[in-house]
């Protein structure tokens, strides 16, 4: 494109010719001064405002001052929001745990002193009321990082009371306090008493249930069989073996339905009584022995009846 500029005396004429490059020049230039004036409006009235006092200026800054305190302020209130629903969240939680705690350690034996010292936690609170203001969101955080770490604490006082009623349940299942007939009394007791076949004194190492030949005899507790035989004194007899050196002797039998190494469930049918070996009629010769001496049977067989009593009573 070619641009003819004439005088106006008509003496000479000059030519421009505008070229691609000259108009990107002219639009690159034209960008430029119109973002440097807009830069410059800016930072005149935003950071100059307060100093040239003009009103709309003024008023502008402050409306766009107050928008940015407002969205602050309001993030910062659903924020506290959200925290303190967490912290009331996990007090109730403590609440429910400690309950659930007290329960577990009186099943378990334990004193409810004894939970609490484990937890650290003081046994008795109080005072006069004083209100406080509302906690500042540092403070919150500071309150949900202790009721963490106490949450966490009570958990593992929890599985501590869980594991030792699970080692009770066990151990309790490996005691022989369940009668080893249907008989709720004994004809002859532990301790020292008149042989009936010599007359003179001698030591009973067991309890003598009554037993018609072929009554059902179960286990004690559960167990292992380490011997299943006969005997010239107890006739046919099993002994089983609960753990912790305690094992239980069952004799006089007619029929054994166990045999050596048969794994046995608390009551579970292991023979049936009879008169066999050294007996003057239908019996069950009951021991507990506790590593290999013989104990009061009567002392593990209490539970049993009182168990039966109370059963009785419904």
Do not use: C
Not at 50 to 65: G, K, M, S, Y
Not at 71 to 100: C, H, P, T, Y
């Amino acid at each position: 494109m070619h641009i003819i500029l004439v005088s106006n005396r008509l003496a000479t004429a000059k030519t421009i010719t505008i070229t691609p490059r000259l108009l990107l020049g002219v639009a690159v230039g034209f960008i430029m001064l119109v973002f440097g004036l807009s830069s410059l409006f800016s930072y005149v009235t935003v950071r100059h405002a307060a100093e040239i006092r003009l009103p709309f200026l003024q008023d502008l800054v402050r409306d766009t001052t107050n928008e940015d305190s407002r969205r602050r302020s309001e993030f910062m209130r659903e924020n506290l929001k959200v925290m303190a629903i967490k912290v009331g969240e996990l007090q109730a939680r403590l609440v429910r745990l400690d309950s659930l705690g007290e329960r577990m350690a009186n099943l378990a034996g334990i004193k409810t002193q004894e939970l609490r010292a484990a937890d650290r936690v003081e046994a008795g609170r109080g005072g006069p009321l004083l209100k406080a203001t509302p906690l500042s969101a540092d403070e919150l955080q500071q309150t949900l990082d202790a009721l963490s770490h106490e949450v966490e604490a009570r958990s593992d006082t929890l599985a501590l009371l869980d594991s030792h009623l699970f080692d009770e349940r066990v151990r309790r299942r490996m005691l022989p306090t369940t009668l080893p007939v249907d008989a709720q009394w004994n004809s002859s007791g532990f301790g020292w008493r008149i042989d009936p076949f010599t007359g003179e004194r001698a030591m009973h190492t067991g309890v003598d249930f009554p037993a018609d030949i072929g009554a059902k005899v179960v286990s004690a507790a559960a167990g292992i069989v380490v011997s299943a035989e006969f005997h010239p004194d107890y006739g046919n007899i099993i002994e089983i073996d609960h753990g912790n050196d305690l094992t239980t002797r069952y004799a006089h039998l007619s029929h054994m339905l166990v045999k050596l190494g048969s794994v046995v469930k608390r009551g579970q049918v292991i023979a049936e009584s009879g008169t066999t070996g050294r007996s003057t009629g239908p019996h069950l010769h009951f021991e507990v022995r506790f590593r290999g001496v013989a104990q009061n049977p009567n002392r593990f067989l209490e539970q049993a009846r009182d168990d039966i009593t109370r059963v009785a009573r419904r």
